[in-house]
């Protein structure tokens, strides 16, 4: 059984420093000729991400390793804030910022693991919950003109996590209560990829993909991204922007007598409100 509750004491410094490049990058720019349609000069979303959860997880213990199952804990909704910023007519910085955060209470007592110090296993409800921060900072270059361009990016990604358990447990025929967390947090390098097409300048389709990933240190894993969408502006400036999306999160933290795990699987539609300028 597993605990996940994330202090993100990290993540408000990292959104302040990516708004100061954000500031600092844009205040310079300088258009020299109209960029395509599908793309804007500067732009900022806030909204929210619906989806259905999958997760399991795994976490030590002084006794041995509690393992979940697959769980599904119902629907939950995520802030999501993104930014993008043109510089010149092809190339640009782009901004995402999202929370995950779910509680679980359920019955776990068949979840059972051999440990270092013999069978252990969930006694009767398990409390649960999951948290994970995740923040992205690329730059992309756009290739082709007109109404439709690709996208090609590379930067680095911000994620922390906490793994945990809360439950009681049974050891070698004793009862025994666990209450154990561990927090941890790690930049890791990304890859994207996108396409834009302008129907027209109010009107427009989009399709994301980016992969984040880190084979060594304490907290290693990977983290997928992917989603299509529609943007449409009543207005000049002000849109609405519809999504679905699916993200693949797998986490791993080496720990002194085993590891703990993290995957979660999210799938769902997401809305913003976007303003370009």
């Known amino acids: 059984m597993l605990l996940l509750r994330s202090r993100s004491r990290g993540v408000p410094g990292a959104l302040a420093a990516a708004g100061i490049l954000f500031t600092s990058i844009a205040a310079p720019v300088v258009a020299t000729a109209e960029p395509s349609p599908a793309l804007d000069r500067f732009s900022f979303s806030v909204g929210a991400f619906n989806a259905d959860p999958k997760f399991s997880a795994s976490v030590e213990t002084p006794y041995g390793v509690l393992r979940s199952n697959e769980l599904k804990p119902g629907r939950v909704t995520m802030p999501r804030i993104t930014a993008d910023v043109l510089i010149g007519d092809s190339q640009g910085i782009s901004f995402d910022y999202y929370r995950y955060k ?23 409800n398990a409390n649960l919950s999951a948290q994970l921060d995740f923040a992205k900072l690329s730059y992309k270059w ?10 090609l990016g590379a930067g680095a990604a911000y994620y922390r996590a906490t793994f945990g358990a809360s439950a009681l447990v049974g050891v070698n025929g004793q009862v025994r209560s666990v209450s154990e967390r ?91 409100v976007k303003a370009r300028f």
């Not at 756009?142 to 996208?151: A, R």
């Not at 999160?249 to 995957?263: P, V």
């Open 102 to 124: 779910r509680d679980y209470d359920g019955q776990v007592g068949a979840n059972t693991t051999i440990g270092g110090f013999g069978a252990l296993s969930a006694i009767g």
């Open 142 to 151: 756009w290739l082709g003109s007109g109404n439709t361009v690709f996208g």
């Open 182 to 272: 561990s927090s941890d947090n790690a930049i890791a390098p990304l890859l994207e990829i996108g396409v834009r097409h302008a129907i027209t300048p109010d009107l427009r389709l989009f399709a994301d993909a980016s992969g984040v990933w880190k084979s060594s240190g304490r907290f290693h894993g990977n983290i997928y991204n992917a989603a299509a969408g529609v943007e449409w502006f009543p207005v000049k400036n002000v849109g609405l922007v519809l999504s679905y999306g699916v993200t693949n999160i797998d986490l791993t933290r080496d720990g002194s007598f085993a590891d703990s795990r993290l995957k979660v699987r999210l799938q769902g539609p997401s809305a913003f």
